[in-house]
């Protein structure tokens, strides 16, 4: 991955032992670093993909809201979390520069609460409450925790314009981060799904044993080997959740400990003094970034709808009852696995040319999901390909926007300190996009009529759960990729971009 990332290096520097930038006397980013910063990105990933694959299915059969009321959850947490993203990167972008630096403040002071309350979020209040009030906890916990998460990851990704190095040292980090971001979805996942997948299969297979038999009035009843299995289903939940802020933890604390901030040549005032409104007007009058921006929305959108509904999917749909969360170990693994082969082939053919390559493999497994019913080995080829695609969807978003972050630079000489607008908003529509997706999901099947502890849902919902596995997504995705081919940015015009910065940058360091 290093060497991939580095092949735009500036040559011949001296080397003094630390192998200097040619015209800028500053070593290169050390390995150590990027391993440091890559592990800071757990957290995100750790939680995110968690909280995509299984709060659906949690809040829909663990704690059997509605349909509607779920939904409404998942939606309004999402939108929550989309727009107080913003807002957090104008108050970053305004935070003094303190002795640690001005983005490790943020990452340390919101960790412990991030934690506290993610717990919270998988913890199932008592049945004997009404639905209003698991709701709101489940609501005003999702919404809070976002928050938290948003003051770590804002300033977490903003970081990388301020690692010190040249561009194509922040490449390699980047790749370094991107890998790690599988790794931990893989680790996250696998640590989830272990411990609560085959809970879900035992309700499944009670329901079926029970076959229909036992009255809707009875299932409340403590005795019940559905509500024993729901229990320990419930705590499973709570069990997975204090191991992966145990992680969360950690990693927050290898970040703060291993990496120290790097003012950046150009950024030579520590607060942006520009207003929020211009700020916000400025960037998105920039047409690569709003095409970039429109894009990824679409594609995220796609992708994070399969993944939202996927386990709901493989219960309910495809008759893989507790499979799903060996499925999802399948597509991670391979996601990771193919991480340094996306690197590779973007250094050699573009990214642009990546995004339409890697994004479009999903389409056809997306065909064959929908199409095969109880086989597990075929959903098991099918993830190869999904997590190949998968892949670079993680690399490709956090790879492109420097090269448009550099164009806005170039044209726009007199706006400094941006950085985390740029990242912040691109965090914002990866958010939304996602938010959407699961709202619109589960919000179909509540008009069609899914009802929780229900053994067989009707063939309605089934239908559903099939549109959602497969022609929404590529619609969505057909359109994302539509609006890449008007993207300007590319192989040649990024590396033209590449040599003014440069350029631009040496008697700027000298005046400094």
Same mark, same amino acid.
């Given at each position: 991955?290093q060497q991939a990332s580095q092949t735009d290096a500036a040559p011949g520097g001296p080397d003094s032992g630390g192998r200097k930038l040619e015209g800028q006397g500053k070593p290169r980013l050390p390995t150590s670093r990027k391993i440091c910063y890559a592990l800071?990105?757990?957290?995100?990933?750790?939680?995110?993909?968690?909280?995509?694959?299984?709060?659906?299915?949690?809040?829909? &059969?663990?704690? =059997?809201?509605?349909?509607?009321?779920?939904?409404?959850? $998942?939606?309004?947490?999402?939108?929550?979390?989309?727009?107080?993203? *913003?807002?957090?990167?104008?108050?970053?972008?305004?935070? *003094?520069?303190? %002795?640690?630096?001005? !983005?490790?403040?943020?990452? !340390?002071?919101?960790?412990?609460?991030?934690?506290?309350?993610?717990?919270?979020?998988?913890?199932?209040?008592? &049945?004997?409450?009404?639905?209003?009030?698991? +709701?709101?906890?489940?609501? /005003?916990?999702?919404?809070?925790?976002?928050?938290?998460?948003?003051?770590?990851?804002?300033?977490?990704?903003?970081?990388?314009?301020?690692?010190?190095?040249?561009?194509? &040292?922040?490449?390699?980090?980047?790749?370094?981060?991107?890998?790690?971001?599988?790794?931990?979805?893989?680790?996250?996942?696998?640590?989830?799904?272990? $411990?609560?997948?085959?809970?879900?299969?035992?309700?499944?297979?009670?329901?079926?044993?029970?076959?229909?038999?036992? *009255?809707?009035?009875?299932?409340?009843?403590?005795?019940?080997?559905?509500?024993?299995?729901?229990?320990?289903?419930?705590?499973?939940?709570?069990?997975?959740?204090? $191991?992966?802020?145990?992680?969360?933890?950690?990693?927050?604390?290898?970040?703060?400990?291993?990496?120290?901030?790097?003012?950046?040549?150009?950024?030579?005032?520590? =607060?942006?003094?520009?207003? +929020?409104?211009?700020?916000?007007?400025?960037?998105?009058?920039?047409?690569?970034?709003?095409?970039?921006?429109?894009?990824?929305?679409?594609?995220?959108?796609?992708?994070?709808?399969? #993944?939202?509904?996927?386990?709901?999917?493989?219960?309910?749909?495809?008759?893989?009852?507790?499979?799903?969360?060996?499925?999802?170990?399948?597509?991670?693994?391979?996601?990771?696995?193919?991480?340094?082969?996306? =690197?590779?082939?973007?250094?050699?053919?573009? %990214?642009?040319?990546?995004?339409?390559?890697?994004?479009?493999?999903? /389409?056809?497994?997306?065909?064959?999901?929908?199409?095969?019913?109880?086989?597990?080995?075929?959903?098991?080829?099918?993830?190869?390909?999904?997590?190949?695609?998968?892949?670079?969807?993680?690399?490709?978003?956090?790879?492109? !926007?420097?090269?448009?972050?550099?164009?806005?630079?170039?044209?726009?000489?007199?706006? #400094?300190?941006?950085?985390?607008?740029?990242?912040?908003?691109? /965090? +914002?529509?990866?958010?939304?996009?996602?938010?959407?997706?699961?709202?619109?999901?589960?919000?179909?099947?509540?008009?069609?009529?899914?009802?929780?502890?229900?053994?067989?849902?009707?063939?309605?919902?089934?239908?559903?759960?099939?549109?959602?596995?497969?022609?929404?997504? $590529?619609?969505?995705?057909?359109?994302?990729?539509?609006?890449?081919?008007?993207?300007?940015? &590319?192989?040649?015009?990024?590396?033209?971009?590449?040599?003014?910065?440069?350029?631009?940058?040496?008697?700027?360091?000298?005046?400094?």
């Amino acid at each position: 991955m290093q060497q991939a990332s580095q092949t735009d290096a500036a040559p011949g520097g001296p080397d003094s032992g630390g192998r200097k930038l040619e015209g800028q006397g500053k070593p290169r980013l050390p390995t150590s670093r990027k391993i440091c910063y890559a592990l800071g990105s757990a957290p995100y990933q750790l939680t995110g993909n968690i909280i995509s694959f299984f709060l659906q299915i949690f809040l829909l &059969d663990v704690v =059997q809201l509605d349909p509607f009321w779920a939904s409404s959850v $998942i939606f309004i947490g999402r939108a929550w979390d989309s727009v107080s993203d *913003p807002i957090i990167g104008y108050l970053v972008s305004k935070s *003094p520069r303190r %002795k640690c630096g001005k !983005l490790i403040p943020w990452v !340390l002071g919101s960790t412990p609460f991030g934690v506290l309350l993610y717990c919270l979020l998988w913890f199932t209040l008592s &049945d004997t409450l009404p639905t209003s009030w698991k +709701f709101f906890w489940h609501l /005003i916990t999702y919404c809070v925790f976002q928050t938290c998460l948003s003051c770590y990851h804002v300033p977490y990704t903003s970081m990388t314009m301020f690692l010190g190095g040249s561009r194509s &040292d922040r490449d390699s980090a980047t790749a370094y981060r991107m890998g790690m971001e599988v790794l931990s979805s893989l680790i996250g996942t696998s640590i989830q799904g272990l $411990i609560v997948g085959r809970y879900h299969a035992s309700i499944t297979l009670n329901c079926q044993a029970l076959n229909g038999s036992l *009255p809707n009035e009875t299932m409340g009843n403590s005795t019940s080997p559905l509500t024993d299995t729901l229990e320990n289903t419930r705590m499973a939940y709570l069990t997975a959740a204090v $191991i992966i802020g145990s992680i969360y933890c950690f990693s927050c604390a290898v970040l703060v400990l291993g990496v120290k901030e790097q003012q950046e040549p150009f950024s030579i005032l520590d =607060q942006s003094r520009l207003p +929020f409104v211009y700020s916000l007007f400025t960037i998105m009058g920039h047409r690569p970034y709003t095409l970039l921006l429109s894009g990824f929305l679409f594609v995220s959108m796609a992708f994070q709808m399969a #993944q939202g509904i996927f386990a709901f999917f493989c219960t309910h749909a495809a008759g893989l009852t507790g499979s799903f969360q060996y499925l999802v170990l399948i597509l991670l693994v391979v996601a990771s696995l193919t991480i340094p082969f996306w =690197q590779w082939f973007l250094g050699k053919f573009g %990214k642009k040319n990546a995004a339409f390559v890697g994004l479009s493999l999903i /389409i056809p497994a997306f065909i064959i999901l929908v199409q095969v019913t109880h086989s597990f080995i075929t959903f098991a080829l099918t993830m190869i390909l999904v997590g190949c695609s998968t892949a670079s969807l993680f690399l490709l978003p956090w790879s492109m !926007l420097p090269d448009a972050m550099d164009d806005f630079q170039l044209k726009n000489p007199s706006c #400094q300190n941006l950085e985390v607008f740029f990242y912040s908003f691109y /965090i +914002f529509v990866n958010k939304f996009g996602g938010g959407l997706a699961l709202g619109i999901s589960t919000l179909s099947l509540h008009f069609a009529g899914y009802q929780a502890g229900n053994c067989e849902p009707n063939p309605l919902v089934k239908l559903i759960l099939r549109v959602l596995m497969a022609p929404v997504p $590529i619609t969505l995705l057909i359109t994302g990729l539509t609006i890449f081919c008007f993207y300007p940015i &590319d192989e040649e015009r990024r590396k033209e971009n590449r040599a003014k910065m440069e350029a631009a940058r040496d008697p700027l360091c000298q005046r400094l």
